[in-house]
């Protein structure tokens, strides 16, 4: 998955990159700084002190010594006063810069912390609108897995408002012996709409025609595999196969496989990923998954929150991923 939120300790992290909130004189610090410096070792501050400090919201890299990490990239966060002095701007060129230069090193891999959400201050719900901002925007146009590292599960929060709402829809509908008044009614209308031709002529006509071509396009589409259906939907949106699969969060190879596999079968989550891309509606999401072998329940918080998403019209991955990330659910994408 392109984009992955993970809570973990960053200098455990097993990829190319990692990134610290450093200060300005890249000599150490408490916080993420002091946490990297001790696990890297000695060496690190003795290459940091070559680098003649760092400017707020640019990027220095050096070696990542004892780290699993090949490469630390430091960066120096805005210290956040009231919102009103560019520190938006600041900490959005923090997240650039780091990229440029893990890019320009080939890292495939990266891990940063939520800069500036510590000791600088910065509103960690909206630090983390900035750092998902501008890396799905960089992961539009390049190839890397990002993951944004969440060191305790309190520095994470979405908005109240989020928050609330959503917990309202689980409530209103995670029930165990709740009827499905939506699948209830497709299939109580199912027999009513076949039958309609026998009123009139006229009628009968006209309703035979649809129904006929609605059967022909259903068996048609019966024997349609998973793969087949996503490659049709992706034509029928206009979108190209690289839109799709990146506004799914999913990564271009797991997409290969699926285009050339016809009988590929995905996880229930990457399934969802490419409906939520597709802006399925809940119809569509149900066929779609349907032909990967899945279904959506009302007794799962995880598909309750994706038909809030779905039902509210918002197909922004990465939010719906702040979200089932907050309530402690599996994130979508491969
Ligand atoms: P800043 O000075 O940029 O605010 P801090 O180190 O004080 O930097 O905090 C930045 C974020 O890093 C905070 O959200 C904090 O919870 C988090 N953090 C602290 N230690 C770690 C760690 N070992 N791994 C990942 N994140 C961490």
Known sequence: MPLEIVRNDITKMKVDAIVNAANQSLLGGGGVDGAIHRAAGKGLLTECRTLGGCKTGEAKI????????????HTVGPVYKDGKQGEKALLESCYR???????KRGCETIAFPLISSGVYGYPKDQALKVAIDVISGFLLENEMT??????????????????TDIAEFIDDNYVDTHTDYRR???????????????????????????????LDTRIKQIDESFSQMLLRKIDEK???????YKKANIDRKLF??????IHYKPSKTTAIAFAISLELSLEETEDLLRKAGFALSHSNK??????????KGNYNIFE???????????????
């Open 302 to 311: 995880f598909d309750i929150i994706i038909e809030y998403f779905i039902s």
């Open 62 to 73: 050096t070696g990542g010594y004892n780290l699993p990490a090949k490469y630390v990239i």
């Open 146 to 163: 990002v993951y944004i590292v969440i060191f305790d599960k309190a520095a994470y929060k979405i908005s109240e408002k989020l928050f």
């Open 97 to 103: 810069e780091s990229l440029a230069l893990a890019k």
């Open 184 to 214: 209830e009614s497709i299939r109580l209308c199912a027999p009513f709409s076949a039958s309609a031709g026998s009123f009139t002529a006229d009628h009968c006509e006209y309703k035979e025609i649809s129904v006929e071509d609605d």
């Open 256 to 261: 290969s496989k699926i285009r050339s596999d």
């Open 320 to 334: 719906i991923n702040e979200a089932l990330f907050a309530f402690d659910q599996s994130l979508l994408g491969a």
């Open 238 to 244: 206009g979108m190209t196969d690289a839109q799709c």
